[in-house]
């Protein structure tokens, strides 16, 4: 549902109304479907971490902090979480450059070079 939000008095707007728009049960669902996912990333804060972002198929990305130690499979997991209905979906992660499948998830994230990496979601 939109809001109705009003200038302040001491601003040199007019007194209209203006319309915001409030986020959709959608776009809630999805944030919190984001949220939760993240929340299920155990961190361990005494070893090192590192961020890695994911480029969904729908245009979309997501923004995850993982330890050095993680695997691949985690990352799968995280998206999967993220986004509930790509769990009945085919699809792979892939490198963004030189693009090449990550095929074996049981590597660490250290293992298959993708600490600070750009990892790429393709449907199959």
Not at 5 to 19: G, R
């Given at each position: ?27 809630q669902d999805q944030l919190a479907n ?91």
């Amino acid at each position: 549902m939109p809001w109705l939000t009003f200038p302040s008095p001491s601003s040199s707007h007019s007194a209209t109304p203006e319309l915001v728009n409030s986020p959709t049960s959608s776009q809630q669902d999805q944030l919190a479907n984001e949220a939760q996912a993240s929340a299920t990333v155990s961190l361990d804060s005494s070893q090192p971490v590192t961020n890695i972002q994911i480029r969904l198929h729908d245009g979309g990305r997501l923004v995850q902090r993982f330890n050095h130690t993680h695997r691949v499979s985690d990352l799968r997991q995280f998206l999967v979480g993220a986004r509930p209905l790509m769990a009945a979906s085919e699809f792979v992660l892939m490198t963004t450059f030189p693009n090449k499948e990550l095929s074996d998830e049981s590597l660490t994230l250290e293992q298959a070079n993708l600490l600070n990496a750009v990892i790429v979601q393709r449907l199959t």
